[in-house]
């Protein structure tokens, strides 16, 4: 049995059942250095590969490391400073308990080659113990190069509340497409499923649809500032205080960038200043009185201008392929699904097409 919850209702059990799924077991893997979460900084030259011009102060892997990445991992993320800056973008620290159902996906590549934590690239959250919730756009890498930690707010803690768990198979939904990001969401299967703690909890699904105005709240580990300054990326998991935005109002914003696609929803602020960013994608937009998985992070132009707020899978106009997707059994999944093509997202070009951020890198959408 796999069961989820949803919000406002007890747990729901659904019988496995083989249901004509498709997984990215075959896609290409990780290109090294394509779907980092903390690229060098611009002026150091050569590519963009983790660990160019860094030091090794971390023993094992072979690899070089994050510079300090033993002081990283002493730094104490359970405080809630008043002066904190930071984002996600406009955010602050979360607390432990604040969202014990988000996860960090992880390449397994360079968390061993360049240390725990540096292979942070999307988030997620556990709607089961065994499932994750995400971005169709994070599966870059194949299912045997991913991790999924939970646990911790400092994504270097190796301490006793972390666990981590490999990555079975996953699942774009059908409809998921590269190019114009339409059905966003993808659900993860893990080997072994979490253990239930302080730290380690699902999230309940949402029983309707989001109301413009409703307050909300974003997680992630993503750049706190637009561009790709090493320095921009938080050492701890931050949160953010947002409102769902109209969806007519939204498209009137982004309409000149990108067409905001079916099964969205916005949320942020049209004055800027709060905003997913870059690594945040696959994490939570979270609201409701229970504190719901109402929208996942998908994409959005640069993060917390004005007037363009970020774009959201909409969870609730995906229930019902979420229901359908834990009723399968995961190792039945084959194929990419949907129409789009997993790749890495391409870096700085600015030539043609819409260029919009997301995950860890830059996505060119050309034009239409």
């Not at 069961?3 to 659904?14: A, D, N, P, R, T």
């Not at 190796?158 to 198979?169: A, F, G, H, P, T």
């Amino acid at each position: 049995l796999i069961e989820c919850y949803f919000e406002g209702s007890s747990v729901q059990s659904f019988n496995r059942k083989q249901v004509d799924m498709q997984s990215a077991e075959g896609s290409s893997p990780l290109q090294q250095g394509a779907a980092t979460v903390v690229p060098n900084n611009a002026e150091q030259g050569g590519s963009s590969t983790v660990g160019s011009g860094w030091h090794d102060d971390d023993g094992g892997g072979g690899g070089r490391k994050f510079p300090g990445i033993n002081a990283y991992r002493s730094v104490e993320c359970d405080v809630d400073p008043s002066d904190l800056g930071g984002r996600i973008v406009g955010g602050r620290n979360a607390l432990y308990g604040d969202a014990p159902f988000h996860v960090s996906l992880r390449s397994l590549y360079h968390e061993r080659r360049h240390g725990f934590g540096s292979g942070l690239f999307c988030g997620g959250s556990l709607i089961t113990a065994s499932r994750v919730l995400t971005a169709s756009h994070c599966f870059t890498t194949k299912p045997s190069n991913m991790v999924v930690v939970a646990g911790v707010l400092n994504r270097f803690d190796r301490s006793e509340r972390m666990q981590q768990r490999r990555v079975l198979r996953y699942l774009a939904h059908p409809g998921w497409h590269a190019r114009t990001l339409a059905a966003d969401i993808g659900l993860v299967a893990l080997v072994s499923p979490f253990q239930w703690d302080g730290g380690v909890q699902p999230i309940a699904l949402p029983n309707r649809p989001p109301v413009d105005g409703e307050p909300c709240t974003i997680y992630g580990w993503g750049q706190t500032a637009e561009g790709r300054k090493q320095r921009f990326q938080p050492v701890c998991l931050q949160k953010a205080s947002v409102s769902v935005l109209g969806l007519e109002r939204c498209n009137r914003s982004l309409h000149t960038v990108v067409t905001v696609p079916d099964g969205t929803l916005c949320a942020g602020s049209f004055d800027g200043g709060v905003d997913s960013c870059q690594g945040d994608s696959g994490g939570p937009l979270v609201c409701g009185g229970g504190g719901a998985l109402y929208g996942i992070v998908s994409f959005g132009w640069g993060c917390g201008r004005a007037n363009f707020p970020g774009v959201y899978t909409d969870v609730f106009q995906y229930r019902g392929w979420i229901v359908e997707a834990l009723d399968s059994d995961p190792r039945t999944w084959s194929g990419t699904g949907g129409t789009g093509v997993f790749f890495a997202p391409v870096r700085w070009s600015t030539a043609v097409g819409v260029i919009i951020m997301f995950s860890t890198e830059l996505l060119v959408l050309l034009p239409s």
